[in-house]
């Protein structure tokens, strides 16, 4: 059918959804541990920690979607 995707690249699409939603949800759980500790007057520096390194994952991700076979998840804007 014109307008979908073939199957590999749909299951590439996919595999890449599932790695970017694991990625967001550590990075959302670790925000929501380091703001707990910070609003129990208790801030957690294993707690920032686990966020950059949260972050630095999400980012690394992101950077491989971008030079995969997929193409970047927005296209530049052009000149």
Do not use: W
Not at 34 to 55: G, I, R
């Amino acid at each position: 059918m014109i307008g979908q995707l073939p199957n590999s690249a749909s299951i590439n699409t996919t595999s890449m959804l599932s790695v970017f939603q694991a990625r967001f949800q550590r990075l959302e759980t670790a925000l929501n541990t380091l703001v707990e500790s910070v609003a129990a007057y208790n801030p957690s520096v294993s707690a920032a920690d686990a966020l950059v390194a949260a972050d630095e994952d999400l980012e690394e991700s992101l950077g491989q979607r971008k030079h995969s076979s997929l193409g970047p998840l927005y296209p530049s804007p052009a000149h």
